[in-house]
């Protein structure tokens, strides 16, 4: 083996800007984020040959002062923080100082700078780490410019290792495009070979804000959200998550921001998919943009080079805050579809095609009330109580004017006094339920309906009676590592709630006496172990719901309508009361969609009316 020795200093600075200067994009994020920093209010980004020959970010941010420019090159520089006291509260998206001091170890970088009170703009350019930064005067607006020229041209080997300049150039895309969306306030521009692709203007209201949105993540994203505002224990969540029915096959829609810090953290990622997973299809990915904002001493931003990743003072807090506060929201997307309102004209004006689910409808959220007992959990059968009776009958009558039974209606007053999902007209091969609302055309597919709201009635009863146990005969043991075993015996309040009953049999053993009678069927061993799993990861667990409610989804599915059944108008109209009243009636117990709708927009689109 050879002798230790120490690296030479130009080795060491090229090794440590590997850390951030991954790559072009790495360059863009760094800068772009200094300036944020700098309190910038409007960003130019300009780049060529995917940001290897040149990357040029101009901001009107506070400037540098002409003794602060070479201090700036320098590694371990900043004005960030002081003390370890603000490294602990991080309130500046970078604070170590060394984005600079890395990237001009690897290029050709020019930083020029005009500080509002120095009276003219100074210069100072560095090539690698050899060269010695001189300060000359310039002329340049108040604000800063760095221009990187000719990235990774002393460290050859890293350049080889880049994609194509079309791959470089969609990453610095990305990255541009992240960062927009965490800073509504800010402007920013992207060109690219002289040609400027991208120019967002400052979004101040709630409308400006959802156009950028749109802008960037695709009009139908923002036609097809939620919009989330909620606080509670010092913690505050808002921004956008997509309903079920707009999922994705690839998790590229996710954006997360933790005080404005764009985020890949696993305990978040966890959280949104516990949320989502009663309503999303097999396989499917939920699309959100989300900002969590929390007092920055709760939160760790410094765990990782990149600073993607952060850590959180008390996890299970933040964790069951998102679970919770997006499980609610999913919960109350009901169809409660109004009048037609500006963002339904502009969805309609952009896409005239028919789009599943929610896409084409206003949507007011609220909290939603008990379901009428109309259908009997564990019926195939329909069965209304008087009261649905006479609530259908009335209904019934308001189906008679407004199709032309008793008498031809056609004023726009009269169709808004129509139910949200409308009135029954008849079925569809004894699958899909036909009906009218304001809007237009409502097809629901009968058994995903029906299957969701029978699901929902067994959820409801299965939490008011408690959790039914049964004790094992023959108590099992598990051989778990001593970790597992602490963690089992220290959770033992957690287990008992949720119907099993563990005791501790060994350093590194235990043993299962109890476990629910709706489990009686199940892996118990593989149960226990993923939940101890999930309490070690993240400080919680829902496996044990996730396994009951499977139970009850595949009982819901088998004592729910079937196709072929042939229904009455009667029948047809109580079961779509039942689902405006339903929690998530909106997809089925697999996150299939239960229902469309067809404006008549659409509908006259599609036959040519007006044309």
Same mark, same amino acid.
């Given at each position: 083996?050879?002798?230790?020795?120490?690296?030479?200093?130009?080795?060491?600075?090229?090794?440590?800007?590997?850390?951030?200067?991954?790559?072009?994009?790495?360059?863009?994020?760094?800068?772009?984020?200094?300036?944020?920093?700098?309190?910038?209010?409007?960003?130019?980004?300009?780049?060529?040959?995917?940001?290897?020959?040149?990357?040029?970010?101009?901001?009107?941010?506070?400037?540098?002062?002409?003794?602060?420019?070479?201090?700036?090159?320098?590694?371990?520089?900043?004005?960030?923080?002081?003390?370890?006291?603000?490294?602990?509260?991080?309130?500046?998206?970078?604070?170590?100082?060394?984005?600079?001091?890395?990237?001009?170890?690897?290029?050709?970088?020019?930083?020029?700078?005009?500080?509002?009170?120095?009276?003219?703009?100074?210069?100072?350019?560095?090539?690698?780490?050899?060269?010695?930064?001189?300060?000359?005067?310039?002329?340049?607006?108040?604000?800063?410019?760095?221009?990187?020229?000719?990235?990774?041209?002393?460290?050859?080997?890293?350049?080889?290792?880049?994609?194509?300049?079309?791959?470089?150039?969609?990453?610095?895309?990305?990255?541009?495009?992240?960062?927009?969306?965490?800073?509504?306030?800010?402007?920013?521009? *992207? !060109?690219?070979? %002289?040609? +400027?692709?991208?120019?967002?203007?400052?979004? /101040?209201? $709630?409308?400006? &804000?959802?156009?950028? =949105?749109?802008?960037?993540?695709?009009?139908?994203?923002?036609?097809?959200?939620?919009?989330?505002?909620?606080?509670?224990?010092? *913690? !505050?969540?808002? %921004?956008? +998550?997509?309903?079920?029915?707009?999922?994705? /096959?690839? $998790?590229?829609? &996710?954006?997360?921001? =933790?005080?404005?810090?764009?985020?890949?953290?696993?305990?978040?990622?966890?959280?949104?998919?516990?949320?989502?997973?009663?309503? *999303?299809?097999?396989?499917?990915?939920?699309?959100?943009?989300?900002?969590?904002?929390?007092?920055?001493?709760?939160?760790?931003?410094? =765990?990782?080079?990149?600073?993607?990743?952060?850590?959180?003072?008390?996890?299970?807090?933040?964790?069951?805050?998102?679970?919770?506060?997006?499980?609610?929201?999913?919960?109350?997307?009901?169809?409660?579809?109004?009048?037609?309102?500006?963002?339904?004209?502009?969805?309609?004006?952009?896409?005239?095609?028919?789009?599943?689910?929610?896409?084409?409808?206003?949507?007011?959220?609220?909290?939603?009330?008990?379901?009428?007992?109309?259908?009997?959990?564990?019926?195939?059968?329909?069965?209304?109580?008087?009261?649905?009776?006479?609530?259908?009958?009335?209904?019934?009558?308001?189906?008679?004017?407004?199709?032309?039974?008793?008498?031809?209606?056609?004023?726009?007053?009269?169709?808004?006094?129509?139910?949200?999902?409308?009135?029954?007209?008849?079925?569809?091969?004894?699958?899909?339920?036909?009906?009218?609302?304001?809007?237009?055309?409502?097809?629901?597919?009968?058994?995903?309906?029906?299957?969701?709201?029978?699901?929902?009635?067994?959820?409801?009863?299965?939490?008011?009676?408690?959790?039914?146990?049964?004790?094992?005969?023959?108590?099992?043991?598990?051989?778990?590592?001593?970790?597992?075993?602490?963690?089992?015996?220290?959770?033992?309040?957690?287990?008992?709630?949720?119907?099993?009953?563990?005791?501790?049999?060994?350093?590194?053993?235990?043993?299962?006496?109890?476990?629910?009678?709706?489990?009686?069927?199940?892996?118990?061993?593989?149960?226990?172990?993923?939940?101890?799993?999930?309490?070690?990861?993240?400080?919680?667990?829902?496996?044990?719901?996730?396994?009951?409610?499977?139970?009850?989804?595949?009982?819901?599915?088998?004592?729910?309508?079937?196709?072929?059944?042939?229904?009455?108008?009667?029948?047809?109209?109580?079961?779509?009361?039942?689902?405006?009243?339903?929690?998530?009636?909106?997809?089925?117990?697999?996150?299939?969609?239960?229902?469309?709708?067809?404006?008549?927009?659409?509908?006259?689109?599609?036959?040519?009316?007006?044309?």
């Amino acid at each position: 083996m050879a002798k230790i020795h120490l690296l030479s200093p130009r080795l060491a600075n090229q090794i440590a800007a590997g850390e951030v200067v991954e790559r072009p994009a790495s360059v863009v994020k760094e800068l772009l984020e200094n300036s944020l920093d700098a309190g910038s209010t409007q960003l130019d980004v300009e780049v060529e040959s995917g940001g290897v020959k040149l990357i040029r970010i101009r901001d009107n941010g506070c400037g540098l002062e002409k003794e602060d420019l070479p201090l700036a090159l320098s590694r371990h520089a900043t004005s960030k923080i002081i003390n370890l006291d603000d490294l602990e509260a991080v309130e500046t998206l970078g604070f170590r100082g060394e984005a600079l001091a890395s990237i001009t170890s690897v290029s050709r970088l020019t930083l020029t700078s005009n500080c509002a009170d120095a009276g003219g703009a100074w210069s100072v350019k560095a090539e690698g780490r050899e060269m010695k930064p001189d300060v000359v005067p310039a002329a340049h607006p108040q604000g800063t410019t760095v221009e990187v020229r000719d990235l990774f041209f002393n460290t050859p080997a890293r350049r080889k290792f880049l994609r194509t300049e079309k791959t470089e150039f969609n990453r610095i895309e990305d990255n541009l495009k992240r960062i927009a969306l965490s800073r509504f306030d800010v402007g920013f521009s *992207l !060109k690219n070979a %002289g040609r +400027v692709l991208h120019m967002w203007r400052p979004a /101040s209201s $709630a409308v400006e &804000q959802e156009r950028r =949105v749109a802008q960037i993540c695709g009009p139908e994203f923002i036609n097809n959200a939620l919009s989330i505002d909620i606080e509670r224990s010092g *913690l !505050k969540l808002s %921004g956008w +998550v997509a309903f079920p029915t707009f999922s994705r /096959s690839q $998790a590229d829609l &996710q954006h997360f921001y =933790v005080n404005g810090r764009c985020i890949r953290d696993k305990l978040v990622t966890h959280a949104v998919r516990q949320a989502y997973q009663d309503v *999303l299809f097999h396989g499917r990915h939920p699309a959100y943009v989300l900002y969590l904002e929390l007092d920055p001493a709760s939160v760790d931003v410094n =765990v990782h080079p990149t600073k993607h990743e952060v850590r959180f003072r008390d996890g299970r807090l933040v964790h069951d805050f998102l679970f919770r506060s997006l499980h609610h929201a999913l919960a109350d997307l009901n169809p409660e579809i109004q009048k037609t309102t500006a963002k339904l004209e502009s969805a309609l004006e952009e896409e005239p095609s028919a789009v599943q689910g929610y896409s084409q409808a206003s949507i007011n959220f609220h909290d939603s009330a008990s379901s009428t007992n109309v259908f009997s959990p564990g019926n195939s059968n329909f069965s209304p109580t008087p009261t649905s009776v006479t609530n259908v009958n009335e209904q019934l009558a308001v189906y008679a004017a407004l199709t032309g039974a008793e008498q031809a209606v056609s004023s726009d007053e009269s169709l808004n006094d129509v139910p949200p999902l409308g009135l029954a007209l008849g079925q569809l091969h004894g699958i899909y339920i036909l009906a009218q609302n304001a809007h237009g055309l409502v097809v629901v597919d009968m058994h995903a309906a029906h299957e969701r709201i029978t699901y929902e009635r067994m959820k409801t009863q299965y939490a008011a009676n408690g959790v039914q146990s049964q004790p094992l005969l023959v108590p099992q043991t598990l051989a778990v590592s001593e970790k597992e075993a602490n963690y089992a015996e220290s959770n033992q309040t957690l287990f008992t709630s949720l119907g099993f009953e563990l005791a501790r049999a060994g350093p590194e053993s235990i043993l299962v006496r109890q476990i629910p009678v709706m489990l009686n069927h199940a892996d118990v061993e593989s149960l226990v172990r993923d939940v101890l799993s999930d309490l070690i990861e993240y400080g919680m667990s829902s496996r044990i719901e996730q396994k009951i409610n499977e139970v009850m989804g595949t009982m819901a599915c088998h004592t729910s309508v079937r196709a072929n059944r042939k229904l009455t108008l009667q029948e047809m109209n109580a079961l779509l009361r039942d689902m405006e009243a339903t929690e998530r009636s909106g997809q089925c117990n697999h996150g299939r969609p239960t229902w469309t709708q067809f404006s008549i927009a659409q509908l006259d689109a599609l036959f040519k009316r007006g044309q």
